[in-house]
C-alpha cells in the first residue's frame, strides 16, 4: 500500500470539498514548489514489516536498525545495588540542600554542578546505559565527586573551580527544566574571580551513541582540547547527546554559551566554533545559521546537507514527500552559504576522507553566489586532523580570536528561508514575504548618515545599533535607502533602532515592531519542530475521547514521544494533566496537547480559534474533509490563550526511530498541519498514514 494514500473495498472515502481537487488521491502532490527544485511525487510503498500490531491497538512500530543511544551492559549485580543506594544517597542529599538553600541564588546557580553527576549515575542505572562494565569504576567517581562537590557547596565553598585544566559544569536548561552538563577548559592564567573579558571557542564533537551523560563525564575526565588558543575558554558541549546541534541541541549549545557567560567574563566579540566529524556538520549549521556571533569558524569534515549526503533519492528508497523536501531548507548549510561573507571561515577535510564532501559542496555552494570558501586539506589523509594542517589551523583560530569580530560592521548580508533564523549582526529580519523561500537582505552603513538596504522576499525588517554612542551624526536623522526608496529615520540617540515595514509595494517606518497581528514571526514561524526548541509541557487528557480508536492511538503517540524525548534528547518532558493547567503554563511554555475534543478540555476550549473544524462524526483542514473515527489532526499553531506561544496537537518532534542511522536524517519529517488516517499503524517515519500536510501562510491560514 501507498505509503500515503489509502484505496480500500468497502470503506469510507475522504471527501474533496473542493473542486478542484477533485480526483486527486490524498497524499499524492500535484503541483510543484517555487523554484522549480522539486517534482511531482507518487510516493512509494512502506515496508508492511515495518507496521507492527492492528490499526486499532496502536503498537508502535519495533526498530529493524541500531537505535541510540546503544544497549548497555550488564554489570556486577552487587556494584548496582551499592550504586543505586549511593545515588539515592545523593539524591535525598541534594533535596536536603535544596530545601534548607532555597533562597540563596548563588546556592541554586551552583547546585547543576553537583547535579549532573547524580543524573549521569542515576539514568546508567535507570536505562541500563552503561556502555562497558569499566564505567561502573567511572560511576563511582562521578557520585564521590558530587558528593563532595555537594559538602563544599554546603560550606561555601567550590573547589572546582580553583584553577585551570578540565572542569565538568551543568545548568537547567528552559527546555525541559533538566540538568545538562557541558565540559570547560580553563586556561592555566584563570583564577576564580577574574574580571578580564576573555575568548570562548565552543568546540563540539564527532558522533558516539555511546555518549550517554556518564560516557560525556568519562571523556572529558580523560580528553584534552583539540585547540587551546592563548587565554581561551574552551566549552565542550555535550549538545543533549548526538543530534548534531539541531533543535533541542542547538538550543543546548547557546545555554552552554549563556551559562558560561553568566559565571565567567567572557568577550562576545572574540567567540569561535569549531567541531569535527558530526561536530564538524554542527559546526557547518552555526556558522551558516548564527554567522553573526563567531570571530571565526572551523568546520572539519561532517556533512552540509541532507540529500546528496543522504542519498535520499536512490530509487530504492522511499521518496520523501514534498515538504519533507521543502524542509531540508531548514537546516542544509548550503542554502544558507552567502551568510559566511559576514565573518572568516576555514574548513578543514582530510584529502583522502569521503567527508570531504561536505565542503566540496559547500565550495560548489560557494561558487554560485561568486564567492568561495577558505580550505585546508590534509595531504593523503583519512578521516583526522593531518598533524601540519593541524598545525596551521590552531595558528588561524589563534590570530583570529586574538582579533576579535566588529561590533558595527558597515556591512551585512543576511540569507535566510525562515524566521527562526533572522538576524545578522545589526540586521533583523521580522517578516518574510513567504517561507520556505529564499529571502536576502544586503545592509550598508555608507556615512554617518545614510543606510542603504536592499532586500528580496522580506517585508518587515529592524535595525539596532548596539548599545554606546551609535556611529551616526546626532544633529540630523539618518536617511535609509531601501530598494530604491528613500525614508527618513527616526532621531539618533544612545545606540539607535528603527523599524521598517512594507506596505503593498512601499516601504514604510514603523513604530515598534508588530508583535499583535496573528503572523509568522520569530519563534512563532513552524514547523512542528520549532515549539521543542523552546520550554514545551506535554498536556495530558483526563476526559473520554470522542473515538476509540483516537484516544488510543493519541496515548500510544504520547506514550512513545516521552521515551523518545528521554533517549533521544535526554530529559523528561513535563506532563500535566489537561484540569490542572493554568495560566502561568500557557505564558511560560508551548502547550503539546494530546487526545481529542472530547477527552482534552484544552483542546474543546481552543478548538473554536483553530483552523479546522473536529467533531465525532468528521475532521475538516482546509479543502480536506474526513471521517473522526478513524483519523487525527496533527498541527502547530499560536496559542489562542497566549498568541506569542504554540500550541501543538498529537506530536512531539517528527522525525522518528528510522531516522537514527544518520544525523543528516534527523530532519522534521511533518510540515505545520497535517491528517493521519489511523487505519495504518505507525511506522519508523510516520504516526499512521500521512493523508495529506502542508504549511500555514504568513498570517498563520490554510492557503486558499
Known amino acids: 500500500m501507498n505509503a500515503f494514500t489509502r484505496c480500500r473495498k468497502n470503506e469510507p472515502q475522504i471527501t474533496q470539498i473542493d473542486a478542484d481537487v477533485s480526483g486527486r488521491e490524498p497524499g499524492v502532490s500535484t503541483q510543484s514548489t517555487a523554484g522549480g527544485f522539486f517534482v511531482q511525487l507518487t510516493l512509494p510503498i512502506l515496508a508492511a514489516a515495518l507496521l507492527l500490531g492492528s490499526a486499532t491497538g496502536f503498537s508502535q512500530a519495533s526498530p529493524t536498525v541500531k537505535q541510540a543511544p546503544d544497549a548497555g551492559v550488564a554489570i556486577p549485580e552487587p556494584d548496582r545495588q551499592a550504586l543505586t543506594a549511593a545515588t539515592a544517597e545523593l539524591e535525598k542529599n541534594i533535596e536536603t540542600f535544596r530545601s534548607h538553600h532555597a533562597g540563596d541564588g548563588r546556592a541554586m546557580a551552583l547546585l547543576p554542578d553537583v547535579q549532573i553527576f547524580e543524573k549521569a549515575v542515576d539514568w546508567a542505572l535507570r536505562y541500563d546505559e552503561f556502555m562497558n562494565v569499566k564505567q561502573v569504576e567511572s ?24 584553577g585551570g585544566g578540565p572542569v565538568l559544569r551543568g545548568y537547567v536548561s528552559k527546555i525541559d527544566g533538566s ?43 580523560k580528553g584534552k582540547s583539540e585547540f587551546t588558543p592563548p587565554h581561551t575558554i574552551v566549552v565542550f558541549a555535550y549538545g543533549r547527546f548526538c543530534n548534531a546541534t539541531k533543535f533541542a541541541g542547538e538550543t543546548d549549545v547557546f545555554e552552554d554559551i549563556a551559562s558560561v557567560q553568566s559565571r565567567y ?47 535520499v533519492f536512490n530509487p530504492a528508497k522511499e521518496m520523501p514527500p514534498w515538504w519533507e523536501q521543502t524542509l531540508y531548507r531548514l537546516y542544509d548549510a548550503t542554502d544558507y552559504i552567502g551568510n559566511l561573507s559576514n565573518n572568516p571561515l576555514l574548513a578543514y577535510s582530510g584529502e583522502i576522507d569521503p567527508q570531504k564532501q561536505s565542503a566540496d559542496m559547500m565550495a560548489a555552494a560557494a561558487e554560485k553566489e561568486g564567492a568561495k570558501i577558505e580550505r585546508l586539506v590534509g595531504p593523503n589523509t583519512g578521516h583526522k586532523y593531518e598533524p601540519g594542517a593541524k598545525q596551521q589551523l590552531a595558528k588561524w583560530l589563534d590570530e583570529q580570536i586574538s582579533k576579535g569580530t566588529p561590533v558595527m560592521p558597515p556591512y551585512v548580508h543576511l540569507t535566510t528561508y525562515t524566521l527562526r533564523y533572522n538576524v545578522m549582526k545589526w540586521i533583523t529580519v521580522d517578516g518574510l514575504e513567504k517561507h520556505w523561500e529564499r529571502a536576502d537582505i544586503d545592509a550598508e552603513l555608507v556615512d554617518e548618515g545614510t543606510f542603504h538596504v536592499k532586500t528580496k522576499n522580506v517585508n518587515a525588517f529592524t535595525i539596532t545599533l548596539p548599545p554606546g554612542p551609535a556611529p551616526l551624526d546626532k ?7 531601501i530598494d530604491g526608496q528613500d525614508i527618513v529615520g527616526p532621531e539618533v540617540k544612545e545606540g539607535w533602532t528603527a523599524h521598517f515595514k512594507k506596505v503593498g509595494e512601499k516601504w514604510a517606518i514603523s513604530e515598534a515592531e508588530d508583535n499583535e497581528t496573528l503572523a509568522k514571526r520569530h519563534n512563532l514561524s ?31 503517540e504520547m506514550d512513545r514521544a516521552i521515551v523518545e524525548w528521554r533517549r533521544v534528547f535526554r530529559g523528561d518532558a513535563r506532563i500535566k494533566e489537561d484540569t490542572a493547567l493554568t495560566p502561568e503554563d500557557a505564558a511560560s511554555a508551548n502547550l503539546v496537547l494530546w487526545g481529542d475534543p472530547g477527552s482534552n478540555a484544552v483542546i474543546a476550549k481552543i478548538l473554536p480559534q483553530l483552523p479546522m473544524k473536529w467533531t465525532k462524526e468528521t475532521l475538516r483542514v482546509g479543502k480536506l474533509q474526513v471521517s473522526a473515527a478513524d483519523h487525527a489532526p496533527i498541527l502547530i499553531y499560536p496559542n489562542p490563550m497566549n498568541p506569542k506561544r504554540y500550541v501543538v496537537l498529537n506530536s512531539s518532534f517528527t522525525f522518528r526511530q528510522g531516522s537514527t542511522t544518520s544525523n543528516a536524517l ?7 498541519w497535517a491528517v493521519i488516517d489511523l487505519r495504518t499503524p505507525p511506522s519508523l517515519k510516520w504516526p499512521g498514514l500521512v493523508v495529506d500536510a502542508g504549511f500555514f501562510d504568513e498570517s498563520w491560514r490554510l492557503p486558499k
Request: aromatic share 10%; charged share 20%; proline share 8%.
Open 139 to 162: 560511576a563511582k567517581r562521578a557520585l564521590t565527586e558530587g558528593a563532595s562537590r555537594l559538602l563544599a557547596l554546603n560550606e561555601g565553598k567550590t573547589p572546582w573551580l580553583d
Open 179 to 221: 540538568v545538562q552538563p557541558y565540559g570547560l577548559f580553563i586556561p592555566e592564567d584563570y583564577r576564580e574571580g577574574d574580571k578580564t573579558p576573555r575568548p570562548l571557542l565552543v568546540w563540539l564533537a564527532g558522533r558516539s551513541t555511546k555518549r550517554t551523560e556518564l560516557t560525556f563525564l568519562d571523556e572529558h575526565w
Open 265 to 311: 567574563a567572557i568577550d562576545p566579540q572574540r567567540i569561535a566554533v569549531a567541531g569535527f566529524s558530526m561536530g564538524g556538520a554542527s559546526t557547518w549549521h552555526l556558522a551558516t545559521h548564527h554567522t553573526g556571533m563567531w570571530c571565526a569558524m572551523s568546520p572539519g569534515a561532517g556533512f552540509a546537507e541532507t540529500a546528496i549526503y543522504a542519498d
Open 475 to 481: 544633529t540630523r536623522a539618518p536617511r535609509v535607502e
Open 526 to 556: 513552524g514547523p512542528i519542530d520549532d515549539a521543542f526548541m523552546d520550554s514545551f509541557v506535554f498536556v495530558t487528557p483526563t476526559g473520554t475521547a470522542l473515538n476509540e480508536n483516537v484516544g488510543a492511538w493519541s496515548k500510544s
Open 666 to 672: 534527523q530532519t522534521p519529517k511533518l510540515p505545520d
